[in-house]
């Protein structure tokens, strides 16, 4: 059995497509951290070193070292696949 490769969601509570990327990961079953970049500055911090221009790009999904910001569904399919 292949080892689950760690996932990250980078986001607030208050974001709905956050709240949808949460959904969608665990209607796949998928074990993932979740990071809340209000709550935490670390978290935020963590989140602007992954952008070029430093913003809060959220929600941003980290699986190794791929990374989707905001992605759809057929993204997230596509993107769990490889």
């Not at 699986?63 to 989707?68: A, S």
Request: charged share 35%; hydrophobic share 30%.
């Amino acid at each position: 059995m292949k080892r689950q490769t760690e996932i990250k969601l980078y986001g607030t509570e208050r974001c709905h497509k956050t709240k949808y990327d949460q959904v969608f990961l665990e209607a796949q079953k998928l074990k993932y951290t979740f990071f809340d970049v209000e709550k935490n500055e670390d978290f935020a911090e963590d989140l602007r070193n992954l952008y070029s221009n430093r913003k809060l790009n959220f929600p941003t999904l980290v699986i190794g070292n791929k990374k989707l910001r905001n992605p759809t569904d057929k993204d997230l399919n596509k993107w769990l696949e490889n």
